[in-house]
Nanobody
Framework: QVQLVESGGGSVQAGDSLRLSCVAS????????FAWYRQVPGKKREFVAS???????DYANSVKGRFTISRDNDEKSVYLQMNRLKPEDTGVYYC???????WGTGTQVTVFS
């Protein structure tokens, strides 16, 4: 059974950095693409970033230049380095097996102004 476990969230000040991690199990990690999404109460879950098998990446316009997604196939992990955080980055961040309905339980990120 596929499991995705996120960690690394927290409460920080605007301008600070956080690094989120997602450890995957129960699937062939190397042949899957992964993504990060985020959600705030009352709003739809939104795409943040994705990384493909060949390590091509894609980002939401709102995070381009500030966030970096990466993967470590040996560790079966996906990371999201978030720099210059803004209050509007606040939300629960979810790891996703891209194009599949597999999700972690999320990690809360709160950015104070």
């Amino acid at each position: 059974q596929v499991q995705l476990v996120e960690s690394g969230g927290g409460s920080v000040q605007a301008g600070d950095s956080l690094r989120l991690s997602c450890v995957a199990s129960g699937l062939l990690f190397d042949i899957n693409a992964f993504a990060w999404y985020r959600q705030v109460p009352g709003k739809k879950r939104e795409f943040v970033a994705s990384i493909r098998v060949n390590r091509d990446t894609d980002y939401a316009n709102s995070v381009k230049g500030r966030f970096t997604i990466s993967r470590d196939n040996d560790e079966k992990s996906v990371y999201l380095q978030m720099n210059r955080l803004k209050p509007e980055d606040t939300g629960v961040y979810y790891c996703n097996v891209y194009w599949h309905n597999y999700w972690g339980t999320g990690t809360q990120v709160t950015v104070f102004s």
